[in-house]
């Protein structure tokens, strides 16, 4: 059974930086592509990196500039850098996982392509 389990969430001051963790358990091998999504009060889920099994990223608009997705395979940990936080960065961020032997297509940030999910860990960032 998989189990996906964020941390590195808190409160901070708008321009300071977070680094999220995810480590997930319940396979022997590394999951094929990894995400983080986020969801803000009364919004829906909006995604925000993706990275691959071969180290290939995607970002939300959003991100880019400012979040650095990453892994560590060996410890099946996946990271976000978050720097330069805005207070529409707030949100609850989640993990998700695809443990499938392949994708087809375009890395993409598409929930449906995400089958494994976390419990998240709240960011809030205030001006």
């Known amino acids: 059974q998989v189990q996906l389990v964020e941390s590195g969430g808190g409160s901070v001051q708008s321009g300071g930086s977070l680094r999220l963790s995810c480590v997930a358990s319940g396979y022997t091998y590394s999951a094929i592509r990894m995400a983080w999504f986020r969801q803000a009060p009364d919004k829906e889920h909006e995604g925000v990196a993706a990275?691959?099994?071969?180290?290939?990223?995607t970002y939300a608009d959003s991100a880019k500039g400012r979040f650095t997705i990453s892994q560590d395979n060996a410890k099946k940990t996946l990271y976000l850098q978050m720097n330069s936080l805005k207070p529409e960065d707030t949100a609850m961020y989640y993990c998700a996982a695809d443990y499938r032997r392949y994708y087809v297509g375009a890395l993409m940030l598409r929930m449906g392509d995400f089958p494994y999910w976390g419990q998240g860990t709240q960011v809030t960032v205030s001006s």
């Open positions: 990275i691959d099994t071969n180290g290939k990223t």
